[in-house]
């Protein structure tokens, strides 16, 4: 069964998200764990509000809907989590 996170778990998790804007990270969710650069959160022109955007790859993006995340993890510019 999914787990289904509050509003406010979201918004905090968006509101980390907002503060690793350029960092990277690894984020889990229920289908695994995604690592790279934190490009974008959602905003109301480009992407839902709810959404993140991952940088992979030089044109490898994933969006990420925050009610799918278990948990972020930040790394540090030495790989090491913060």
């Known amino acids: 069964m999914a ?3 509050s ?3 979201s918004s905090q998790f968006r509101a ?3 503060k690793a ?3 990277n990270v690894e984020i889990v ?3 695994g764990s ?3 650069e934190v490009v974008q959160t959602g905003s109301v022109i480009k992407i839902p509000l709810n959404y993140v955007v991952l940088k992979q790859a030089e044109k490898d993006f ?3 809907p ?3 995340i278990h948990s972020v993890i930040i790394i540090n510019k030495d790989g090491e989590l913060s």
């Open 3 to 5: 787990q289904v996170l």
């Open 7 to 9: 509003a406010q778990e």
């Open 16 to 18: 980390l998200l907002i």
């Open 21 to 23: 804007i350029n960092l």
């Open 29 to 31: 969710t229920a289908f």
């Open 34 to 36: 995604m690592t790279g």
């Open 62 to 64: 994933v969006y990420i």
């Open 66 to 68: 925050l009610a799918s």
